[in-house]
Structures are given as structure tokens and as C-alpha cells.
């Protein structure tokens, strides 16, 4: 591969068909179904589909075929199918959900309002992982430019990874025989530690979601006369959370959550803050004085990577505070977000955390758990010498600098899925969500010239397969 020749393709390719049609995603709010439940009536789901489709085909490469596969009552999915010159089969993974609005966006910036400022294009999804089909489809064009030998390339595009990939298990039944037997997997819905040189993610957590809702009333009534003596729904839902998490320090309580790290995956997170030093605690933004759970950064890493964690991302029956009456509330719910580290299976470790809200509940209170999601997390087989040296050829090629492993807190249902199906599969999982890009919050960035770099070192590897 001409490395030069690819790089001003891919460049011209990123300027001129993917910046505008990122910009026009960007403006359409398609929520994944868990946050629009009814996603069908609203047809944003359908826009997309749309512009995607009329893009792939007006820049699909030579010889290539554009389908979409949709059953009632499921989201939809794109195969974008291109021929080889070379045996081996290439599986390409992105998704087009999105995940919710949230709070807090700069003055200027918004979920649904592209803004491209400072080679950043801000906005909802164009960083998780709108770009993937687009830059899937560049990567293939810059070794077609060339006349370069590739194995088949599938190119295959979700709309509910957010919600957990649900419908995507019956599409890779419904397609197994187009879909065949990888040898490789491509996805770029992942994260990277700086903007300068080509990431791989080596692992990455599973995730348990729930709703816990927690009564003890019929109605709500006035505290001055019930507090004190009728027990608060919010302190049970306390107690019930001290089962799963030590409030102090934030561990997880239950062992059948928890998983023995693997040797090599401390000594790459060793490795990762050999090189990202403090950055590994600068990239969140802080408020004030607060500070970490821990002062050892390898710890901290690993702590958000290979243990499990708790978080609270969400509520019911708590008024605004503008409209907080003194009333005892009849219910308290919670939603609740258990990261689980890779090798925990995700069936047990929902078990244990049922068992654990519902024994002994206080004071006999109802209890009501509602399981979303129960996804593995996933490890990263050994990878094959020949994949080795081509992730280091494109790293050094286009970035100057070697690349390096990176364990990941989030969730790919789709890879711990793969995984289990074609343990012989290799795997590059990579992706733009680098420092302050923020998926999933406000402010959400894609960083232009490191996603130009990166679809280089996307067909640069592809060149490369063996």
C-alpha cells in the first residue's frame, strides 16, 4: 500500500462525502428504543436508515451490494457486502442509535446540533459510533483506489447497541449465511486513551441493568404526620444498595461479581500508564477539589476496567426539587447500572444481585426488580503475529508512534457475542472516543483528524490480512 497516496484519499474522502452526511445524522434525535420506546412512531429511526442507505449506495465501493435486513417490531440493520480478490472473511461493526439528550452542553452546543469547531464535530452519536459505516466504507475504497488483493468484507450496521444489541442476535441467525464465518472482526465502537497513536481495546466490562422500585405506601402523605414512624422508601432503597456496594469505598459486595485479573492485562494497564501518566485521571472533568476513589492511577485504571462498579443513572417518584412538598413519598425507584468485569457471566451475576435485593427486604416492603439488560463483558483472544505487526506498521505509519492495548469500562454486546460464536475469530476493536469526547454526556465530540487517521490504519490492517 502507498501510505501517502492512501492517507490524501482517505483525507479527501473524510472532507468531501463524510463530514456532511455526520452532520446531517448528527441532527436527527434516533434515541436506541431502551429511551424512545416509541421510536417506530417517530420515524427518526426510519431518517437515519434512510440517509445511510442512500449514502451507502451512492459510495458504495466497485462490486459491492447494499441491503437492509428488517423484521416487524425490531430495528433495523445494513449489510454492506463486498466481494474479495482473496480468501478470508471480514466482519465490519458499527451502530446508528444513539443514546439520550443529557444536561449540560456548552452555550452553543447541542445533542442535535452539529457545530464544527476546532477539527471536532460536535453533537449526539457522531463519535458513538455514527462515523463507523462511513469510515468502514472509506478504509475499503482506499485499498480499491490502489488495485489492492482483500478478503470478503461484510460491513454490518445495528440500531440498538445501545439498548444492549437485543435485536441483533436474530439477525445474525436470520443472515448466518451471508454473514458466514469471520476470520476477522473490525469494530470501531470503542475508546482510546490519547489522540496520538492507534488503540487497541483488549477487553471490556459487561453490564447488568436494572430498575429497583421500592414501596410503602398506596399514596403519598404528609411527612409531618407519617415521618419517623413510616419507614422512608429512599432509606430502604439505601439499605437494599449497601447489599451490593460498600458505600465508603465503593467496592461490590458480592463475590460471584468479581473476577481474577489476568496477569497480562496488569501489565498492559502498567504499560497504558507508563504512557498516558496522569492523563488517565485528567480526562474526566473533576468538579473543584474532588478527587479519585484511589491515588495509585494503575489501580484506578483497573478499577474502572476489571472490577465491578455501581452507578445510580436514574429515578422515579423524586419530585423536582422546585416541587418537593412535605410529603412521605409513597415509592422510590432507581435505576441501576452494574458494570461486571469480562470472564463474570452476566446470567450468574444477575442471579446473585436478585438474590441479594430480595432477601431479608426492611420492614416488609415491596420490592420490584425490572432486569433491561444482562450483557457479558468480553476478553480479547491472543492476538495472531501477523495482526500484531500490521496494527504496529499502521500506527507508525500514520500516527509516527507505536500503538498500544487499552482495557475498556463500557460494553460491546455484539463482541462477547462474537466471541462465543467464532472463538476462532481475530479481533480489532478500536474506535474515537478519546479524552473529553464524552459519549453518552454533554459536549460530545468526534476529533476529525484522528478519525482520518485512523480509517488509514483501518485499511492499512485490512491490506495486511493473512
Aim: aromatic share 8%; hydrophobic share 35%; with cysteine.
Amino acid at each position: 500500500m502507498n501510505h501517502k497516496l492512501s492517507f490524501n484519499a482517505v483525507n479527501t474522502f473524510w472532507d468531501e462525502k463524510i463530514i456532511p452526511v455526520l452532520t446531517e445524522y448528527i441532527k436527527i434525535p434516533n434515541k436506541s428504543p431502551s429511551f424512545d420506546p416509541e421510536w417506530e412512531k417517530h420515524g427518526h429511526m426510519d431518517k437515519v436508515l434512510n440517509l445511510a442507505l442512500d449514502w451507502a449506495n451512492e459510495n458504495k465501493p466497485e462490486g459491492s451490494t447494499v441491503t437492509t435486513e428488517r423484521t416487524p417490531g425490531r430495528t433495523p440493520i445494513i449489510m454492506v457486502d463486498v466481494p474479495g480478490t482473496k480468501d478470508g472473511n471480514i466482519l465490519m461493526y458499527g451502530h446508528l442509535d444513539k443514546q439520550p439528550e443529557m444536561d449540560g452542553w456548552a452555550d452553543g452546543l447541542g445533542p442535535w446540533t452539529p457545530v464544527l469547531k476546532n477539527d471536532k464535530l460536535y453533537g449526539r452519536g457522531g463519535a458513538d459510533d455514527g462515523y463507523a459505516l462511513f469510515a468502514s466504507i472509506s478504509s475499503i475504497h482506499a485499498l480499491k483506489d490502489q488495485g489492492l488483493d482483500h478478503p470478503r468484507i461484510l460491513v454490518l450496521i445495528e440500531f440498538s447497541e445501545e439498548s444492549g444489541s437485543p435485536d441483533l442476535p436474530h439477525y445474525m441467525d436470520l443472515c448466518s449465511d451471508k454473514i458466514g464465518t469471520p476470520d476477522l472482526v473490525v469494530c470501531l465502537d470503542s475508546g482510546a486513551g490519547d489522540y496520538n497513536r492507534f488503540w487497541t481495546t483488549t477487553s471490556l466490562r459487561g453490564l447488568i441493568g436494572l430498575s429497583m422500585k421500592v414501596e410503602v405506601l398506596s399514596e403519598g402523605v404528609h411527612s409531618g404526620g407519617a415521618s419517623g414512624h413510616v419507614p422512608s422508601s429512599f432509606r430502604i432503597a439505601r439499605q437494599l444498595l449497601s447489599k451490593l456496594e460498600d458505600e465508603t469505598t465503593g467496592e461490590i459486595l458480592l463475590d460471584r461479581l468479581h473476577t481474577e485479573i489476568p496477569e497480562h492485562r496488569i501489565k498492559e494497564t502498567q504499560t497504558l500508564v507508563s504512557i498516558l501518566g496522569d492523563e488517565v485521571v485528567k480526562e474526566f472533568p473533576w468538579k473543584d477539589k474532588m478527587r479519585p476513589s484511589t491515588d495509585d492511577k494503575i489501580e484506578g485504571v483497573l478499577r474502572r476496567t476489571w472490577k465491578p462498579a455501581l452507578s445510580i443513572v436514574g429515578s422515579d417518584g423524586l419530585p423536582p426539587t422546585a416541587n418537593a412538598g412535605n410529603v412521605l413519598r409513597p415509592y422510590t425507584t432507581l435505576q441501576l447500572s452494574m458494570r461486571i468485569p469480562p470472564m463474570v457471566d452476566a446470567q450468574e451475576a444477575k442471579s446473585a444481585i436478585e438474590n441479594a435485593l430480595n432477601e431479608n427486604i426492611p420492614y416488609g416492603a415491596t420490592v420490584e426488580l425490572d432486569f433491561e439488560e444482562a450483557a457479558d463483558g468480553w476478553n480479547a483472544p491472543e492476538t495472531s503475529p501477523w495482526l500484531l505487526d500490521a496494527i504496529e506498521k499502521a500506527s507508525k505509519q500514520y500516527f509516527r508512534q507505536p500503538p498500544c492495548s487499552i482495557s475498556e469500562g463500557g460494553t460491546i454486546p455484539f463482541m462477547a457475542m462474537l466471541g462465543e460464536q467464532f472463538p476462532r475469530a481475530q479481533f480489532v476493536i478500536t474506535g474515537v472516543l478519546g479524552p473529553k469526547s464524552n459519549a453518552h454526556g454533554p459536549n460530545e465530540f468526534l476529533h476529525i483528524p484522528f478519525a482520518k487517521k485512523l480509517t488509514c490504519c483501518i485499511s492499512s490492517i485490512l491490506s495486511d490480512y493473512k
